[in-house]
C-alpha cells in the first residue's frame, strides 16, 4: 500500500502533514508528481496564485523545499518526474534517501525537460524508470 497525493499544486499543506503522520504512523510510502514542470517551481518560489501550477502552500519556496520543511522528504517518499532540480535540492534528495522515478515519455509528451538522472545517481539518490 502507499499514500498518493498527486501533487503540491492539489494538495495542501495541512493534507500533506496528515499524509506525513500517516506514512511515519503506518510505515508506509508516499507517492506524489513532484517538480513536474518549470512553471510548478517557478510559480511556487514567487506564490503566483494565477498559475495552475503553484503549490497550495504559503510558503515562497520550492515544492522540493516544502515537502522538505513538511518533513515529507524522506526515505519513504518516491517523486514522480523531478525534472527542475538544482544541486541543492539534488543534496536535499540524497541526504533523506528519496526515491525518484524518471518518466522519459511522460516528459516528452509535456515537453517539461528531462530528470537529471546522471546527477541524481552522481548524488546517491535511487532512480527508477517510469
Keep these: 500500500f502507499t499514500y498518493a497525493p498527486h501533487?503540491?499544486?492539489?494538495v495542501p499543506d495541512g493534507v500533506l502533514e496528515q499524509?506525513?503522520?500517516l506514512s511515519l504512523?503506518?510505515?508506509l510510502v508516499v507517492h506524489t508528481h513532484l517538480h513536474e514542470?518549470?512553471?510548478?517551481?517557478?510559480a511556487s518560489k514567487q506564490l503566483d496564485r494565477e498559475s495552475p501550477s503553484c503549490h497550495?502552500?504559503?510558503?515562497?519556496?520550492?515544492?522540493?523545499?516544502?515537502f522538505r520543511r513538511i518533513g515529507l522528504l524522506s526515505e519513504r517518499l518516491t517523486a514522480v518526474h523531478m525534472v527542475h532540480l538544482t544541486d541543492e535540492e539534488i543534496e536535499y534528495c540524497s541526504e533523506a534517501q528519496v526515491s525518484?522515478?524518471?518518466?522519459?515519455?511522460?516528459?516528452m509528451k509535456l515537453a517539461s525537460g528531462f530528470c537529471p538522472t546522471a546527477r541524481l545517481?552522481?548524488?546517491g539518490v535511487?532512480?527508477?524508470l517510469g
Design 25 to 27: 504512523k503506518n510505515d
Design 126 to 128: 535511487n532512480v527508477a
Design 37 to 42: 514542470t518549470a512553471d510548478e517551481c517557478r
Design 7 to 10: 501533487a503540491p499544486y492539489t
Design 100 to 107: 525518484i522515478v524518471h518518466c522519459p515519455t511522460s516528459n
Design 121 to 123: 545517481m552522481k548524488a
Design 56 to 66: 497550495l502552500s504559503d510558503h515562497a519556496i520550492s515544492p522540493v523545499e516544502n
Design 19 to 21: 499524509i506525513r503522520d
